[in-house]
């Protein structure tokens, strides 16, 4: 029961470094690229220069409600990491139901961002999916 405990808690934990790492790479990490020509026509003898380049999301600007929407899982993934290591060093309850709700949470954000930052998100969510499985089994483990 003991390792099971200390098992929720690790899996807690990584599920929020893993998505905090995640979110770091989506505002800072190269996700854009761009390429722009000058010149006249469009033969590549009277082009006079080229330029490529990539760019993150911060350059390229974000709008507010994906602020909210970052904001609302970095609570999670948080939620995900308090509630993980409370629940396995006390067994209460509550914190079993705070994890499962930020687990939730972030299960939802990483359905709806789908094949933008959903990818990133995977890992975490599967940790904190394991993490909400494994509360399950330290409560039936301290009833058995």
Not at 19 to 24: I, S
């Amino acid at each position: 029961m003991r390792n099971l405990r200390r098992f929720e808690a690790a899996c807690g934990l990584v599920a929020a470094l893993v998505g905090c790492l995640a979110l770091a790479f989506t505002l800072f990490g190269p996700v854009y690229s761009f390429q722009s020509c000058s010149g006249n026509g469009t033969d590549a003898s009277n082009m006079s220069s080229c330029q490529t380049g990539t760019a993150n999301l911060l350059q390229v600007g974000i709008q507010p409600i994906t602020i909210v929407a970052l904001c609302i899982l970095l609570l999670g993934l948080i939620g995900v990491a308090v509630s993980a290591v409370v629940h396995s060093r006390t067994g209460a309850s509550g914190w079993r139901i705070v994890l499962w709700a930020s687990t939730a949470v972030i299960v939802m954000l990483t359905f709806l961002t789908g094949l933008s930052i959903g990818l990133f998100l995977l890992p975490s969510t599967l940790f904190a999916l394991l993490a909400s499985a494994l509360s399950l089994g330290v409560r039936r483990a301290a009833l058995g």
